[in-house]
């Protein structure tokens, strides 16, 4: 069965600083990972996805991703954090051994100082 | 182009009383997702609708929750009788392509419901 675990609940950064989210994925077949954005009372918006394609993803608003099968992971890192990134970041998966639904993390919510 | 509508997106109630909320997906999206976030813990899947058929109903809790999709446009989902473990707030997502399991979900804002 696919599962995700987001490792911290919570990541604190100052402005300027490197972020790095972190997302390790179980999954018996080759997956499809996702990272998704929350900002307070919106729906979850896609960041970026990995399809078997290239192994580093780049998303929208400077976030990036690398898929690493042999550590499983799937980290979210953005050079240099803004004020306007804090939000709640979840992981995703899917494959079709889970029929075509998404299974999502427990999120992780950035908060970045000034 | 509007997104994904939910409604009510606050809802509190008593124990025992039932709810329904109600989710618009996209126009032309075939695929519809329930999903539920219980108190800051991971967004648990609920079922998925292709167009009026459920594809997989497999993350329904119990047989108080009901689902219906009549012709295959909005989307409700009915708890009766609710209890308190069914607090959280409750998420609604569609997308374009049945099939397809690398496809970008588009969500709703989510209706945050109490059941005190």
């Known amino acids: 069965a696919q599962s995700v675990t987001q490792l911290g609940s919570h990541v604190s950064v100052s402005e300027g600083a490197l972020v790095l989210l972190r997302c390790n994925y179980s999954?018996?077949?080759?997956?499809?990972l996702f990272w998704y954005v929350q900002y307070p009372n919106q729906g979850l918006q896609l960041l970026l996805k990995?399809?078997?394609?290239?192994?580093l993803v780049k998303g929208i608003n400077g976030f990036e991703a690398e898929f690493k099968k042999s550590e499983t992971s799937f980290h979210l890192t953005k050079p240099s954090a803004h004020m306007s990134d804090a939000a709640e970041y979840f992981c995703?998966?899917?494959?079709?051994?889970?029929?075509?639904?998404?299974?999502f993390g427990a999120g992780t919510r950035l908060f970045v100082k000034a | 182009e509007a997104g994904v509508t939910q409604f009510p997106s606050h809802s509190v109630i008593e124990k025992g009383q039932t709810v329904t909320l109600r989710c618009d997906p996209i126009?032309?999206?075939?695929?519809l997702y329930w999903y539920r976030r219980v108190m800051g813990k991971e967004i648990k899947f609920l079922l998925h609708?292709?167009?009026?058929?459920?594809?997989?109903e497999s993350g329904m809790p119990n047989n108080r929750f009901l689902a219906e999709r009549t012709g295959g446009t909005y989307s409700t989902l009915k708890v009766q009788p609710a209890e308190l473990e069914d607090s959280g707030v409750y998420f609604c997502?569609?997308?374009?392509?049945?099939?397809?399991?690398?496809?970008?979900?588009?969500f709703g804002s989510g209706t945050q419901l109490s059941v005190l």
């Open positions: 997502a569609s997308s374009q392509v049945p099939g397809v399991t690398n496809e970008k979900l588009f």
């Open positions: 999954s018996s077949v080759p997956p499809y």
């Open positions: 990995y399809t078997s394609a290239a192994t």
């Open positions: 995703a998966v899917s494959d079709q051994t889970g029929g075509f639904k998404t299974i």
């Open positions: 126009s032309g999206h075939d695929n």
């Open positions: 609708f292709v167009k009026e058929s459920k594809q997989d």
